[in-house]
């Protein structure tokens, strides 16, 4: 199993920055990808960024490009989410998630951190 706990989130105003990070732990070594996910109140759970462990190829939702950055250290077993140009709808708490090799679910997230956006 995977354990993720995540950390950094916060209360920032429109157009500031925060970085998020979340450490893995546990069987670390059959990750395959890491995302991050955000769920508003009221609204589904989406899809925000994510990246592959091995090459570092990312990807991201269309209402955060070039607005946030996912990045890893591998030896640290941890990624992190900078978000920049904050806006408030970004207002959401934030998951961090692991995919394991041979899945293609998501099947570990952590608690959550909570990010606030004021106007």
């Known amino acids: 199993q995977v354990q993720l706990v995540e950390s950094g989130g916060g209360l920032v105003q429109a157009g500031g920055s925060l970085r998020l990070s979340c450490a893995a732990s546990g069987r670390t070594d059959s990750i395959s990808q890491m995302g991050w996910f955000r769920q508003a109140p009221g609204k589904e759970r989406e899809f925000v960024a994510s990246?592959?462990?091995?090459?570092?190829?990312?990807y991201y939702a269309d209402s955060v490009k070039g607005r946030f950055t996912i990045s890893r250290d591998n030896a640290k077993n941890t990624v992190y989410l900078q978000m920049n140009s904050l806006k408030p709808e970004d207002t959401a708490v934030y998951y961090c998630a692991s995919r394991v090799v041979g899945r293609s679910d998501y099947e570990y997230w952590g608690r959550g951190t909570q990010v606030t956006v004021s106007s």
């Open positions: 990246i592959r462990w091995s090459g570092g190829t990312s």
